[in-house]
């Protein structure tokens, strides 16, 4: 009893250290505002694409066979959430390592000094690999967030409900991520949380517009 616990002591204590070595490192590019800022940027984008999906099918309901419209609408949003995930991380890594490498390299010049093995260049790969993971788990798992209700159909719920209980869960991520974004910026919350909201009601109400004048 006493060695696991003795080992499970020693996980926690090299899960602190890890956690505690990626955070001072991003301390030194100053790599947590960016982290911060994409998280909120790009969880925001990736409530709206599903938004969009999820009140086309719940307008194309009244016209089309329930079944095949949420079907189609399921993987939609995989896709549209997976492809936001892959498009995430790889634009970042290459866009984030690239501006990393060139401030390093600037850095060496002005220097006169390698610095690869650094303090300075450690921090540097590692802002660029959370950055990439936040820029793509983000939109990924906001999107998803959003049709959480859509994807209780499958265990009984109706699909209307599912439709209309996603676009409610949509609007409620967007106004979350407005407070976020006022507590960060230090202002009303509130006020950030309703103009967040604002962006996804003018989605909805578009889609809505231009569903009811094209599906038939």
């Not at 066979?65 to 939609?76: D, R």
């Not at 967030?145 to 265990?155: D, H, I, K, N, R």
């Not at 202002?187 to 103009?195: A, C, E, P, R």
């Amino acid at each position: 009893m006493s060695q696991k616990k003795n080992h499970s002591d020693l996980s926690s204590s090299k899960s602190e250290g890890f956690y505690d070595r990626v955070m001072s490192q991003l301390a030194i590019s100053g790599g947590t505002e960016i982290a911060r800022r994409y998280l909120a940027m790009n969880a925001f984008d990736g409530v709206l694409p599903v938004l969009g999906i999820i009140m086309g099918g719940l307008v194309s309901l009244n016209f089309q066979a329930p079944l095949l419209i949420f079907e189609t609408s399921i993987l939609s949003i995989f896709a549209t959430c997976f492809a936001m995930f892959v498009s995430g991380i790889t634009s970042s890594y290459l866009t984030e390592g690239a501006e990393r490498k060139r401030d390093l390299e600037e850095l060496e010049r002005s220097l006169l000094s390698g610095l690869q093995g650094s303090a300075i260049a450690k921090a540097s790969r590692t802002t660029t690999i959370v950055v990439s993971l936040i820029n793509g788990f983000s939109p990924f798992l906001a999107g998803l967030a959003t049709a959480t209700p859509l994807f209780m159909v499958q265990f009984g719920i109706p699909i209307d409900l599912g439709f209309t209980l996603s676009v409610v869960s949509g609007m409620f991520i967007l106004f979350i991520l407005g407070v976020f974004l006022g507590k960060v910026s230090r202002t009303n919350i509130i006020i950030y949380g309703i103009k967040t909201l604002a962006a996804g009601i003018i989605v909805v109400m578009m889609i809505w517009l231009f569903s009811s004048m094209t599906v038939y």
